[in-house]
C-alpha cells in the first residue's frame, strides 16, 4: 500500500464530505423513502400483518435499516459517476497521490452519509414506538453488521458508478438492492409465503441479516445466524472490492502505456498525425471552409 495512502484518502474524503455538507438534500432523500414506508407499513398495513410480535415497527425496522443503506449508496455511483465524466478523476490521477485514495474517498463518504441516515431513521422508529432493551454491546454489533453491509454495497456500487454511460444508469443500479427485502422476511415471515419464493427468501443475505439484528434487538440467541450473516457481507465486500479495482484499474490503465505519448506532445496547435505543420494563412488567401 501507498505511504501517502492515509493521508491522500483524508484529503479526498474531506473534499466528498464538503460536497455532502453543501448539499444535505442527499442526506434527507435517503433517509425519507425508508421512513415513508416504514410509516405505511406501521400504521395502514401493520394491522393486517400478523408476525407474532407485540410491536411491528420492532419488527419492521431491521429490513427498514437495511433498505436505508440500499437507497443511500445510488448517491456514491452518481457522484463517482459525475467525477469520472467530469474529468477530475483523471486529474487526480495526473497528481502524485495514491491510486485507490480516489475510490476508497467515496466509500468512507458513503458510510458517513449512511450512518447519518440511519440514525435519523432509528430516531423516527423510537418515535413510533420502537423499543429494545439490548445493551451498549449489542447496539455495537448491529453498527458492526450494518457498517460491512454498508461497505458490501458502497463498493458494488462503485462498479456502476465507473462503468456506467449515464446518470440515471449509475443511480438506477441500487432499485434491484431495494426491492431484494421485500423478497425477504423484512416485512412478514418466510413461513407465509408460497414454496418457490420461500426457498429464495430463506437463502439470500437480506433474511439472514434481518433475522440476526431482530434477534439482537430481542435480546433472544442469535445462533449461528449471525456467522452467516457475517459471511455474506464479507463476501460481497471482498467480491465487490475486487471487481471494483479491477475496473478502475482497467479505467485508467491507458494513461500508464508504455510509449504514449503526453496530452502536451509539443506539437504545434493545428498539425496533424502523419502532415506537415499548417502554413500560416496569407491575408489573400480564401478563408478554408
Not at 419488527?59 to 459517476?81: D, E, H
Request: hydrophobic share 50%.
Amino acid at each position: 500500500m501507498n505511504k501517502h495512502f492515509p493521508g491522500d484518502t483524508t484529503v479526498l474524503l474531506g473534499r466528498s464530505l464538503r460536497h455532502v455538507t453543501r448539499s444535505p438534500d442527499t442526506i434527507i432523500t435517503t433517509a425519507v423513502m425508508p421512513i415513508a414506508m416504514m410509516l405505511m407499513f406501521v400504521y395502514v398495513f401493520g394491522g393486517a400483518i400478523d408476525t407474532g410480535s407485540d410491536s411491528y415497527v420492532t419488527y419492521l425496522l431491521p429490513g427498514i435499516l437495511l433498505i436505508t443503506v440500499a437507497s443511500g449508496i445510488s448517491y456514491t455511483a452518481f457522484r463517482l459517476f459525475m467525477d469520472m465524466k467530469g474529468g477530475i478523476v483523471e486529474r487526480f490521477r495526473s497528481m502524485p497521490i495514491a491510486r485507490s485514495s480516489v475510490l476508497w474517498a467515496h466509500v468512507l463518504t458513503s458510510l458517513v452519509a449512511n450512518l447519518v441516515s440511519l440514525a435519523v431513521v432509528v430516531l423516527v422508529a423510537v418515535l413510533m414506538g420502537f423499543r429494545s432493551g439490548a445493551g451498549v454491546l449489542t447496539w455495537l454489533a448491529v453498527a458492526d453488521i450494518l457498517v460491512l453491509f454498508t461497505l458490501a454495497l458502497t463498493w458494488l456500487a462503485v462498479i456502476p458508478g465507473l462503468t456506467a454511460r449515464s446518470v440515471d444508469g449509475a443511480s438506477a443500479f441500487s432499485y434491484p438492492l431495494i426491492f431484494l427485502p421485500f423478497l425477504s422476511s423484512a416485512f412478514v415471515p418466510t413461513d407465509t409465503m408460497p414454496g418457490p419464493v420461500r426457498a429464495f427468501a430463506e437463502n439470500q443475505p437480506v433474511t439472514s441479516i434481518v433475522d440476526t439484528i431482530r434477534r439482537l434487538f430481542a435480546r433472544q440467541p442469535v445462533g449461528t445466524g449471525i456467522w452467516v450473516a457475517l459471511a455474506w457481507c464479507l463476501g460481497i465486500l471482498a467480491v465487490a472490492y475486487v471487481l471494483a479495482m479491477t475496473t478502475y484499474r482497467r479505467k485508467t490503465a491507458w494513461r500508464e502505456r508504455p510509449g504514449r505519448k503526453p496530452l502536451l506532445s509539443g506539437r504545434p496547435e493545428g498539425d496533424e498525425p502523419g502532415r506537415g505543420p499548417r502554413e500560416p494563412a496569407s491575408a489573400d488567401a480564401p478563408p478554408r471552409l
